[in-house]
């Protein structure tokens, strides 16, 4: 039973790590109808930034933190300035294609000025909070990944329902053109998407490089954040936290189980995501919480 | 469709042909006369590039089918390559099959493959498709390195050289002309399947599916042919870059090679025959140049440079395409072709 919550508990961890890449995902798609595939590799990048930030600048954890937000606010309005302004009103693969070549250019930059190479968060740079419950032990890593996560989930959420530009977005979600007639400019709420998702995104990098060290393949992880989107729904920010929590769960329990059954020793972990998505789309494409959209011709 | 003045069709047979005129017969024979002696003039370097650029063109040929054509996008073809790969390395090595029996069952195999993670494509479009696509990249890769016994696991299989009735495959440029004629033969295949009542619907499957079925159009057996006939091209050419390196692994079909197709697609022009050559030359030989400035690079920067402006030049020219030229080189061209017709008016 212990190894059984063991791995809820890490499943909760990195659950949360799901949702804070898929909202970044749900975000950018409410606002501006757009996929960012790119997510991911924000993440990749976050932990790139936070190991210079980190170790060979000595900055502490807290100016760290502000510092990587920081280059992400700018990361953001860079991008949306310049990549996805110009493709407002063109079909749906020109917009995917756009953050797919943004991701290119991404793991690039990553390998240019770091190598490409693993990087081990060193112990006792990022704070060691450990707690024990009943025999289940939780590592540092990860409770400070849960701690963190949930802060931003909830200060999103409340930022969403509480404050003006919340609003804004959520109504530029709901009808773009009576929101512009409104006198609400549109791209101010597109550029704050795009900063909201490269925020979410650099976070999540340097919560996930504290668990388990950052290399380029880190990207993946946002590929299967948006096994999460799918499961939760497109424009749903709730069920991406409801999605990203019980795929984690559930990914590492399967995996913890299964993979001594498998032939040639699992990776079912690796997997597992992926299968979730095709079964999620074939039964129910709309996921859980999504908006289920009639089409006309 | 632009035609010098003077040209008239006066038979039926006349107004669908490819080639109309006789200058574009003597291009035809220009370019057939370049290819063919190519082999004696060109470096080792140009050969290789070459012929792994006529692997990457007969790939793409399906992309352009399913994703420019049908408008089905998929983010997966790597992966069907995979199979197509896995498939002649099983078929050549282990049960012993001829090279030329094994190279159409690796399409076929592939094809079947396709037809089974295109069944989500019936309910699904857009970018959902792409994420059924994705996950049929990873699941393949996954059941690739689960069934060891079979694929060899991450250690791979190796495969052996090709033998076409007693001529033994080997050398770069034998390899050359096997591929060659398969490019050309996929170009003319693909040319030609979008012509034909298939390939109309495609297109209109692409426009709008919902006014497609309306019209008559079977969308449950079109969307799976699209499939099918795109995953066959990437079969036999995941079966021709394994025969060529001589060896087969799931590291040589990275996740990030559907990404690029899809690329050369934007650049080249989605939907246009000649956009996907267009496309594979002009990905391809960005990854050149980088591969070129990378031992300046790696001084200045790091060793790694070269891998990481591989990455961004082609990147930076699918951004620029997206953005000022959304109908790729291929309309380019077109426009090109119209002004030098019309030149001096």
Redesign the interface.
Known sequence: MTFFFQLVVSGLSLGMMYALIAIGFVIIFKCSKAFNIAQGYFVMLGGYIGYTLLVPLHLPVWAAFIAAIAIAVVMGLVIERLALRPLVGQPVLAVIMMTIALAGVIEGVAIMGWGGEFKNYPKGVLPEISLELGGVSVSPSNLIALIVSIIVVVALMLMFRYTKIGLAMRATAEDEQVTRGAGIRATTVYALAWIISCVTGVVAGILLSGVSGVMTSNAEIGLKALAVVILGGLDSIGGAVVAGVSLGILELVASGYLDPLMPSGGGLAKVFPFLVMIAVLIIKPHGLFGLKRIERI | MSLPSGTFSQKYGQDMAIMRTKTQWIFLALLVAFLASFPLWASDTVLTFSILAGITIISVHGLNIL?GNCGL?SMGHSGFMMVGGYAMAILCSKLGWPFWVALPAAGLIAGVVGIVFG??SL??K???L???T???Y??I??LV????DLTG?TEGLSVPRADLFGLTIKGKESYFYMVLVLAVLATVVAKNILRTRAGRAFVAIRD?D??AE?MGVNLWSYKLQAFFIGCVFAGVAGALSVQYIGFCNVEQFPF?DS?WF??ML?VGG?GSVSGVIFGVLAIKLLGQVAIRLGPA?AEM?????A??????L???A??LF??FA?RGIAHIWQRFKNYYQLWPF
Do not use: E, K
């Open positions: 994703t996008l069944l989500p309910r699904i857009g970018f959902y792409i994420m059924a994705v996950a049929a990873f699941i890769h996954w390195l689960q069934f060891r696991g709008n919902l006014a309306v990030f990404v899809l690329g934007i989605m690079l920067v790091n060793p790694q440079a891998i990481g402006l591989s990455n961004i082609p990147s930076i699918i951004i997206l953005i959304p």
